[in-house]
Structures are given as structure tokens and as C-alpha cells.
């Protein structure tokens, strides 16, 4: 029951009707964000009359400080194929969600206070792994949450697929097929740095459709000697140029065997801007061949979703609105072998999805003779 503004002096009381969806994307953003949005408000007003959806601005900030707007329908239309998000994001750390902030505020608090005085009936929360701890945490709280997997990082567990991943790919393969031309011409070694923060998706995906020859990738500690040894075993066939597709957070044996304070630390005091500078400097000491490095870093994260992308997270998006209709909340709408399916916040939360060293896909790269340095 929901008190009713006072109208020509009676006051009435009616059963709230209205469905009132509060909404957020957080974190890095990617491509498909908006097409998942708009298949989960287009669903809803195809099923549901009356519907209100509470937009807030850039991630879980809009929510702690109540920034946010009603959006109509007509916000969702013609978005398919945008990039970014309409409603901004922002990154805010699940391990400062407990922290007040600067004015002493209590963030999770905050964030109940916005919901309850909204009159939500559900949180629709588009987002990666971080913003899951916080999504599962809202719910712990008792708040109705549904969301949905946004990443090109591909890492979220209990999804087989991330939207933003497959476009960000098609981006990652393009920088690839584009210095494939110029290494032919040069005769070079090139690095192409891939995105993906600790784990290998994306640097495989676009190093195994760009034809790199190496392949390094954090969840396979790479040996300098191993590279150097697949670079020269290129040169001793006669090709003229040798292509690394390696992840930004690729690592060395020796520095997986650091402890994570350790290697941090390693990581602060480097001279290095990234892991591809340091790979570059040890293979010009090792054979003296000149290494270029390509860092096609946030055009991965940019402008329109890949078609496969707009339908899965359209059909994502229809799946959170059923999971909202039937009120499956403290779920991720998730798509596992094809089929879509809810999967408990409780579970996603905390944990990383990564690639197995044994996988067929490695396996499979190998025997084309893909080196990853191992
Ligand atoms: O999680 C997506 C991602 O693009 C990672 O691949 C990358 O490590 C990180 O975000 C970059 O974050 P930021 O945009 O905050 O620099």
C-alpha cells in the first residue's frame, strides 16, 4: 500500500500497480550496455503497463547520493547500437563500500535509503566482477537485485559470455590484422597489448583470429627464453616477422611465483609503463631485434556493439525482465551452453572466471603452433 497524495481533499489509499525499476551501469563501461538496457525496458513495457524506471547517474555514486532522473521508453529508443552508457558510470570499489566517505557518510546505508524512498521493486544493476560484490552485497541487505554481465573481459563466473567481450575482440583482432601488414613489410617483432585486467579472454580470442605466433596470458606464466626460442625458430623457417599478442596482465614464472604483496611492489617500483615494455626490453637483450609495441587500450571498450553482442545482450536483457516480472531477484541473468539462466549472486560474487591452461581451446592453439611461452 502506498499513501496517495492528498486530490480535491480526500485522501485514498490504492494497491501500488506501478512496477519501479531503479536502475545503474557501473564500472568500466563496454559496448552493449545501452542494448541491454533497452531489451530489459522494452520487455517490461511490452509486459507491464505501467512502468517507472529511475535512472542513476553513473553507477553506484547516483545511488549513495541520489542523483538519478525518470526515464521514458523514448530513453531507450534508438540506443542498439550506441556505445558507452546513457547513464555514465563510475568505478567505486566494493572494498570501500563500508568505509564512509569524506563527509562520514555510510555508503550502504545510503544506497538502502535511496531504494526504499524510491519505492523500488527492484535494483537492475549492469556490471562486472566489483560491481557483483557490491550487487550480491545490496542483496545480502535485503533489497531485490537483478543483473546483468557487462565486460570485455569475459571473467564473470557462472556466465559463459560477457557482453562487450565479442566486440571488444573484433577491435583487439583489427589492431592485430593491422600490424600484421606492417611487421610483413619491416620484418619486426610487434607486440600487441590486449586488454582483459587479470585474466587471458580477450588476448586469446584476438591473438588466435589475428594470427599472432605468440601468445602470452596471465593464467600461463610465460618463459623469456621460451619466447625468444619460438621467435628464433620463426626466423630459422624463413619468416621475416613475429607477432605477440600479450595480456596486460600477463607474467613471468619467476613473477608468479612472488607473492601478491611482492610482485606488487615489483610491479610499483618498475620502469616499466606496462608488462609489454618489459617483454620488449628482455627480447632485445636476448636476440638484438628491434620490438615495437602497439596499446590499443580503451578503443577495445569503444564505439558500437559487434552484432552478436546486440543480441546477446538483448536477449540478457529480456531474461533480467522476465527474472524482475517473476520476482527471481538476487540473481544474474547469465547464458550457459546457449541457454539463458539465473544464476545466484551468492555465487558470481568474488570469483573470476579464467581460462584453463589444459582447455581444449589452448590445446587446440598449440597444435597450430602458437607458442605460449610455456
Ligand atoms: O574491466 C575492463 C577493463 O577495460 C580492463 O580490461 C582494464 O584492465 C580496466 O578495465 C581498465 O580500467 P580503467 O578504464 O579504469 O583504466
Not at 579464467?354 to 589452448?362: A, G, K, L, Q, T
Amino acid at each position: 500500500m502506498r499513501e496517495l497524495p492528498v486530490i480535491l481533499g480526500i485522501k485514498r489509499k490504492e494497491v501500488v500497480s506501478m512496477l519501479r525499476i531503479g536502475m545503474l551501469t557501473s564500472g568500466g563501461d563496454c559496448q552493449a550496455l545501452n542494448a541491454a538496457m533497452r531489451g530489459v525496458v522494452k520487455t517490461l513495457f511490452e509486459k507491464e503497463q505501467k512502468v517507472e524506471i529511475y535512472g542513476f547517474e553513473e553507477g553506484y555514486r547516483g545511488l549513495i547520493y541520489g542523483n538519478y532522473r525518470l526515464l521514458t521508453s523514448q530513453d531507450f529508443s534508438g540506443i542498439l547500437t550506441k556505445g558507452g552508457t546513457i547513464l555514465g558510470t563510475s568505478r567505486q570499489p566494493f572494498k570501500l563500500m563500508r568505509v564512509p566517505d569524506e563527509d562520514g557518510l555510510n555508503k550502504v546505508e545510503a544506497m538502502k535509503q535511496t531504494y526504499y524512498k524510491l519505492n523500488l521493486n527492484c535494483l537492475v544493476v549492469l556490471g562486472g566482477n566489483g560491481t557483483h560484490k557490491t550487487a550480491n552485497l545490496l542483496s545480502e541487505e535485503g533489497l531485490n537485485v537483478v543483473t546483468l554481465p557487462k565486460t570485455i573481459d569475459n571473467d564473470i563466473w557462472g556466465t559463459d559470455m560477457t557482453f562487450g567481450f565479442q566486440s571488444a575482440v573484433d577491435i583487439a583482432t583489427d589492431a592485430i590484422d593491422c600490424i600484421h601488414t606492417t611487421a610483413a613489410s619491416h620484418g619486426r617483432v610487434f607486440i600487441v597489448e590486449v586488454m582483459g585486467h587479470k585474466v587471458g579472454w580477450l588476448t586469446l580470442h584476438a591473438g588466435m583470429a589475428g594470427g599472432a605466433d605468440i601468445i602470452l596470458l596471465p593464467e600461463i606464466p610465460y618463459d623469456i627464453d621460451v619466447v625468444t626460442k619460438a621467435i628464433e625458430r620463426r626466423d630459422n623457417a624463413g619468416k621475416r616477422f613475429t607477432i605477440l599478442a600479450v595480456a596486460e596482465g600477463a607474467i613471468s614464472k619467476e613473477d608468479a611465483k612472488l607473492s601478491k604483496k611482492e610482485y606488487k611492489e615489483k610491479i610499483r617500483k618498475s620502469k616499466y609503463p606496462s608488462v609489454s615494455y618489459e617483454i620488449a626490453d628482455k627480447i632485445l637483450a636476448k636476440t638484438g631485434k628491434e620490438v615495437r609495441i602497439t596499446v590499443p587500450g580503451h578503443t577495445q571498450r569503444g564505439g558500437t556493439p559487434c552484432p552478436y553482442d546486440r543480441v546477446l545482450s538483448t536477449r540478457l536483457g529480456a531474461a533480467a525482465a522476465g527474472m524482475i516480472l517473476e520476482k527471481n531477484y538476487g540473481k544474474m541473468a547469465g547464458i550457459v551452453n546457449g541457454k539463458i539462466k539465473p544464476i545466484p549472486l551468492s555465487e558470481v560474487a568474488g570469483r573470476l572466471k579464467m581460462i584453463d591452461p589444459d582447455s581444449p581451446v589452448i590445446q587446440e592453439a598449440k597444435a597450430v603452433g602458437i607458442s605460449f611461452g610455456d
